[in-house]
């Protein structure tokens, strides 16, 4: 097939599980353009069935916010026109939905072509941001007018269909990983360099957003030194809670014990040398990091908010506390870090569940999707 991905190039999120899936079509033969107003973190390699198209959005003193919407419909519209697309699918409700159903809209106007949508709903679009009274009527009325619609998560479903009046039938396709290049791999003089007194690695990685909770892993970390484990916290990502981190760490006296990575694109070689993840977000539909940290033979520990349950199984692969309860996050920390036999157990656990989630099978999911979306414009247009 030859279809466009649309999606946010960011670290992380619906930029990851997009481009993962643009690489993985084309291995499978399918002709892939990728359409976002930057290049996508993941898209780091030449792949000639992957085109890459960039949004341009032309600034004028009149605006005060350059509608991307309107430039994004408008390349959709010469992707589909140009490039003759049998699908458009697009990552994330805001605006990707919004601008494809107005491509779709003056594509079949134009030149009568009926290319089917598909939206991929990820999360905040749906959690924080599309409820908001300023994006809700659009955002429901889009994703009722996409022509095939899935969420990463039954607990998005459920949220979708609790927040917005959706006619269409949502399908619940997960998020998946690569079980090849997420693996724990030798990384001997990496632990040596950031511990030299062998110390217990505990791993976050997010964009450092609220919603990701920085400080209370932070905390957590604390209380794992308190209890007298030698530990370090190696902190992956950046974004607006950074400064706030490091000032808790000077606060704790810990600094000596906390290392800020910064974005990093080979996290896995990080993952490597973990023994815990910590993931005790606020939100998270889905939670990709902690699947990240599982396939890397990773046991997590994360709030039970969410979809991270559908993720990680309590005393599986790992643990589940109430939002916010630190002591107890801190209190399991130290269980799995303290018990050999534990941690051993948890860890092949954790990459045994995280092989449920295999990228080939979860692609070969989105293509039967792909198929039965097409099929049904093309029998609805008779
Ligand atoms: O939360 C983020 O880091 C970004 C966000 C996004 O939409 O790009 O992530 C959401 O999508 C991910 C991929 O499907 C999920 O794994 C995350 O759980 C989800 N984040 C939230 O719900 C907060």
Redesign the pocket.
């Known amino acids: 097939m030859n279809i466009g991905i649309v999606c946010?190039p960011?670290f992380?999120?619906?930029?990851v599980?997009a481009t993962e899936l643009a690489k993985t079509l084309a291995k499978k033969g399918h002709t892939i353009h990728v359409l976002s107003y930057a290049r996508p973190a993941r898209l780091n390699t030449l792949d000639t069935d992957i085109t890459y198209h960039e949004v341009s959005v032309n600034s004028y003193p009149l605006f005060e916010y350059p509608p991307y919407a309107l430039a994004l419909a408008s390349q959709m519209v010469n992707l589909i026109e140009f490039q003759d697309l049998d699908l458009l699918h697009v990552h994330?409700a805001i605006p990707h939905a919004t601008s494809a159903y107005l491509a779709k809209q003056i594509t079949r106007e134009r030149t009568k072509n009926k290319v089917p949508i598909v939206t991929t709903l990820?999360?905040?679009?749906i959690?924080l941001v599309g409820s908001d009274p300023s994006y809700k009527h659009v955002v429901e009325f889009s994703i009722d007018q996409s022509d095939g619609v899935t969420a990463?998560s039954d607990y998005l479903r459920r949220e979708t269909y609790d927040r917005f009046d959706i006619k269409n039938e949502i399908r619940v396709i997960p998020?998946f990983i690569d079980l090849e290049r997420f693996q724990k791999s030798n990384k001997s003089h990496f632990k040596k360099a950031i511990c030299p007194d062998d110390e217990k690695v505990i791993v976050h990685v997010?964009?450092f957003r609220k919603?990701k909770r920085v400080p209370e892993v932070v905390s957590v970390f604390a209380r794992i030194l308190k209890n007298g484990i030698k530990a370090k916290l190696l902190l992956v990502g950046d974004g607006p809670d950074r400064q706030k981190a490091e000032q808790q760490c000077r606060d704790l006296g810990i600094c000596g014990n906390v290392r800020f990575l910064g974005k990093l694109e080979q996290v896995e070689e990080v993952l490597s040398i973990a023994d815990l993840f910590l993931i005790p977000?606020g939100?998270?539909?889905?939670?990709?990091a902690a699947l990240e940290a599982m396939s890397c033979s990773v046991p997590v520990i994360s709030s039970n908010i969410?979809?991270l349950p559908e993720v990680n199984v309590h005393g599986e692969t790992g643990y589940l506390c109430d939002l916010d309860d630190v002591d107890c996050m801190a209190e399991y920390a130290v269980k799995i870090l303290t018990d050999e036999k534990l941690h051993a157990t948890m860890a092949k656990n954790a990459r045994k569940r995280a092989e449920k989630f295999n990228q080939d099978a979860v692609v070969e999911e989105y293509i039967h999707f792909y198929e039965k979306v097409s099929n049904g414009v093309l029998e609805k247009s008779g």
Do not use: M, Q, R, W
Request: glycine share 26%; aromatic share 12%; no cysteine.
């Open positions: 946010y960011t992380g999120g619906s930029g599980v994330y990820h999360g905040t679009d959690t990463v998020n997010s964009n919603v977000s939100s998270e539909t889905f939670g990709l969410g979809g």
